[in-house]
């Protein structure tokens, strides 16, 4: 696609909800899941308190959304959270948080897959046990989908993204109906009880009780990942740009929190269990009911009690639901990109995710966020609980901090305007920020206490060592354009004093002759061969070919006792930059190009190891002089051509 054809990949809304929000809205299929698992560690009498905690979590879902719907407005560059801390706290805690985005996208992807491939594998059990390969095959296709380009895989991911979140509906508004009705069924674990763990017996009481429910509220806070991937893509949006983004994250915000309480509603109301081992925490009659069970996924539980008479609609409903599991992956496939681009931008990543790909995606970015999600697939065995241990931290981080850096930006613009009207709506926005950032605060200091033994530490120290690479490439690109500029006053001193050419060769073949050639087109100052006495007899023919071809160009034969070649003329050039070293010294290599791949190994590369050597030395150019070989000698000088052409018999020996 042509640069000029970018505003053809902008995105309408339509396209944009299930682009950047299938993220969020796939954390319905799963923190349900985590808030009964964790709850139940404390029998199955806590488990009724699920709502509350799916409550607290829509209030901050709430907070958080109308605070990105500010940052929207206020930073439509497409920086997101990097850009509002870089500009309002710094550049080290703008670094801190796109340390925890880059980390967070990519286990956005290894926890939305690998719950979409266990999704599949409750659906069609023949599948168990491969969920790590098939998570890896997925994550790999979706990659291959978004090289085509931001707008074409939005368009492929719209449908199954609104077909879920009709299948989802239908379930709700069918399983309240049924509610209402008296007619709801009971789940398929319904009929067992929940073993507490040795230190839940008592129930919710104490400091550990009071430590299980907020890790039951920080494990449901996975339903507020994908937001800030809207505040990260504003520029993929269609005109107004902002005012589309904060529209789509309303609508994000709104259909999630519904979602999310109406399944933990029908969840208690159907007698649903999710724990952590089915074999010994499932009682029956107060006995472990031993191996041979498994538990299905929440909303696999109520499809099929809902529509236990309409097993079309259960299929649909877990079919979608693992799809959409998958697709939520491709809200971090358009954000650590974009992300990505901006970072390579400002120097902190490689300048190679900052170029777009044919088809005007970023595709280096693409390919770098595949290669970890499925380097974490492959490590954790596809397991969601084990993932998502690392998954809330940075999402939090990135979150707290941005908040933080937008009650300074509404500060600062506060401190500089005069206009009634608009001072009323920043301070209004800035309530709306210290909100944000005193909710999102402690749930980042519980997350902490809760998590970090279970595995957020290694999230931890994933963003440090991402945080201390991108410091050292950013002191890389510093150094060397440091060492690159030319300054005003030694603009004279950047052209050499003298070119001395040095073209390299073993035999007056046709490709040295091609060389010499080269080398004398250019006029440099100097000009003379060079050859390394390996073999007595070969330097003596050489000698005696250079004086019968007459070419003018004086022959320099370099000892080398220990029959090394790449030394000598490594020396030897040294030397001549040593006793002039304002000149600049060009080294010609003549080379073959062999016909076919196998016939290299038939050559020794001394070239290869020539360049690999000499382009360490300061003030030294190379010029590789190719010469193709046809694989027949139809190329060779037939008798009576110029002298200095060797007959077949010689081109062979030399080869």
């Known amino acids: 696609m042509r640069s000029d054809a970018l505003g053809n990949t902008l995105l309408p809304k339509r396209i944009a909800l299930p682009v950047f929000a299938s993220d969020a809205l796939s954390s319905v299929a799963y923190a349900p899941d985590e808030i009964l698992l964790t709850l139940s560690f404390a029998g199955l009498g806590v488990t009724a308190l699920s709502p509350a905690v799916?409550?607290?979590?829509?209030?901050?879902?709430?907070?958080?959304?109308?605070?990105?719907?500010?940052?929207?407005?206020?930073?439509?560059?497409?920086?997101?959270?990097?850009?509002?801390?870089?500009?309002?706290?710094?550049?080290?805690?703008?670094?801190?948080?796109?340390?925890?985005?880059?980390?967070?996208?990519?286990?956005?992807?290894?926890?939305?897959?690998?719950?979409?491939?266990?999704?599949?594998?409750?659906?069609?059990?023949?599948?168990?046990g491969s969920e790590a390969l098939i998570g890896s095959l997925i994550i790999a296709v979706l990659a291959l989908l978004n090289l085509r380009g931001m707008r074409e895989s939005g368009k492929a991911f719209a449908i199954p993204t609104y077909l879920y979140l009709v299948a989802i509906g239908a379930m709700i508004c069918t399983g309240i109906f049924q509610w209402a009705t008296g007619s709801i069924g009971h789940a398929?674990?319904?009929?067992?009880?929940?073993?507490?763990?040795?230190?839940?017996?008592?129930?919710?009481?104490?400091?550990?009780?009071?430590?299980?429910?907020?890790?039951?509220?920080?494990?449901?806070?996975?339903?507020?990942?994908?937001?800030?991937?809207?505040?990260?893509?504003v520029p993929a949006f269609k005109k107004p740009k902002s005012k589309n983004a904060a529209t789509t994250l309303a609508l994000l915000g709104t259909i999630s929190a519904a979602m999310l309480m109406s399944i933990l509603l029908l969840a208690g109301k159907t007698g649903v269990r999710s724990v952590e081992n089915p074999a010994t925490d499932l009682l029956v009659n107060g006995k472990p009911v031993g191996t041979g069970i498994?538990?299905?996924?929440?909303?696999?539980?109520?499809?099929?009690?809902?529509?236990?008479?309409?097993?079309?609609?259960?299929?649909?409903?877990?079919?979608?639901?693992?799809?959409?599991?998958?697709?939520a992956a491709n809200t971090a496939f358009n954000g650590f990109p974009q992300l990505a681009q901006v970072l390579a931008r400002d120097s902190f990543l490689p300048r190679q995710l900052y170029n777009r790909g044919d088809r005007l995606s970023y595709s280096n970015g693409i390919l770098v966020l595949a290669t970890g999600a499925i380097v974490l697939v492959l490590s954790f065995d596809a397991q969601v609980t084990r993932l998502i241990q690392l998954y809330i931290v940075g999402v939090f981080i990135a979150f707290t901090t941005s908040q933080l850096g937008m009650v300074v930006h509404w500060s600062r613009e506060l401190s500089v305007s005069t206009d009634a009207d608009a001072r009323t709506a920043m301070k209004r926005s800035r309530v709306v920020n210290v909100i944000g950032f005193l909710i999102s605060g402690a749930v980042l200091i519980i997350v902490m206490a809760t998590k970090f033994i279970h595995g957020a530490w290694m999230a931890l120290l994933l963003m440090a060592l991402v945080f201390a690479i991108m410091m050292g490439i950013r002191k890389h690109y510093r150094t060397a354009n440091e060492e690159l500029e030319v300054p005003d006053y030694q603009g004279a001193l950047a052209l050499p004093s003298?070119?001395?050419?040095?073209?390299?060769?073993?035999?007056?073949?046709?490709?040295a002759m091609r060389a010499i050639s080269y080398a004398r087109a250019t006029s440099p100052s100097t000009l003379e061969l060079l050859t390394v006495d390996i073999d007595p007899d070969s330097t003596r023919g050489l000698k005696e070919q250079w004086k019968a071809s007459a070419v003018p160009v004086p022959l320099t034969v370099l000892a080398s006792p220990f029959r090394d070649i790449t030394g000598p003329v490594v020396q030897y050039v040294r030397n001549l930059r040593k006793s002039s070293p304002r000149d600049l010294v060009v080294v010609y290599i003549p080379e073959y190009l062999v016909a076919h791949w196998w016939e290299s190994a038939l050559h020794n590369h001394s070239a290869t190891r020539l360049r690999v050597r000499l382009q360490f030395v300061p003030g030294v150019v190379m010029a590789t002089v190719p010469w193709q070989l046809t694989g027949a000698y139809d190329h060779v000088a037939k008798p009576g051509a110029n002298s200095t052409i060797n007959p077949p018999e010689q081109s062979r020996k030399e080869a």
């Open 188 to 233: 398929p674990t319904a009929m067992y009880e929940i073993a507490p763990k040795a230190q839940y017996s008592a129930g919710l009481v104490g400091i550990g009780g009071a430590i299980l429910m907020l890790r039951a509220f920080s494990s449901g806070c996975a339903a507020l990942t994908g937001v800030e991937a809207i505040a990260n893509g």
């Open 54 to 128: 799916g409550l607290a979590v829509v209030v901050l879902l709430v907070v958080v959304v109308a605070s990105y719907r500010q940052t929207v407005k206020a930073y439509p560059s497409g920086g997101g959270d990097y850009e509002v801390a870089t500009k309002n706290l710094g550049g080290t805690a703008g670094l801190v948080v796109a340390s925890a985005l880059l980390v967070d996208y990519v286990l956005t992807v290894a926890v939305s897959i690998s719950s979409g491939a266990q999704y599949l594998s409750a659906t069609f059990p023949v599948l168990a």
């Open 498 to 511: 003298r070119v001395h050419a040095v073209v390299l060769v073993s035999n007056l073949h046709q490709p």
């Open 294 to 327: 498994s538990v299905d996924p929440v909303i696999g539980q109520l499809a099929a009690t809902i529509f236990a008479n309409a097993k079309p609609m259960f299929y649909l409903v877990t079919i979608v639901t693992g799809l959409i599991l998958v697709l």
